[in-house]
């Protein structure tokens, strides 16, 4: 069974950064894409980034491009999602999302990890 579990969020003012987290564990992720998606109060979840960890390649939605990177360091099994230039519009929970297929994993991954709430202040 695959888990991922996130941390890094928290609370910033508008124009701030943060570094979301994102470990997983119970099995080898050569072969796995992760990514992250997130959900606004009263909105549907959506897509943010993603990594494809055996042949590299990235993606990003507009809605964060340019202001996020997206990275991986395989000898932790962990992925990270550095956050630039904050807005209150980027408040939401932050799930990170694992898959074994990168076309999949930016519109039905498999799996889920539970949140991580970030708040940005005006």
């Known amino acids: 069974q695959v888990r991922v579990v996130e941390s890094g969020g928290g609370l910033v003012q508008a124009g701030g950064s943060l570094r979301l987290s994102c470990a997983a564990s119970g099995r080898s992720f050569g072969h796995y894409a992760m990514g992250w998606f997130r959900q606004a109060p009263g909105k549907e979840r959506e897509f943010v980034a993603a990594?494809?960890?055996?042949?590299?390649?990235?993606m990003y939605a507009e809605s964060l491009k340019g202001r996020s990177t997206i990275s991986s360091d395989s000898a932790k099994n962990t992925v990270y999602l550095q956050m630039n230039s904050l807005q209150p519009e980027d408040t939401a929970v932050y799930y990170c999302?694992?898959?074994?297929?990168?076309?999949?994993?930016?519109?039905?991954?498999?799996?889920w990890g539970q949140g991580t709430q970030v708040t940005v202040s005006s």
């Open positions: 990594i494809n960890w055996s042949g590299g390649g990235w």
């Open positions: 999302v694992a898959d074994s297929s990168y076309s999949a994993v930016s519109v039905n991954p498999q799996y």
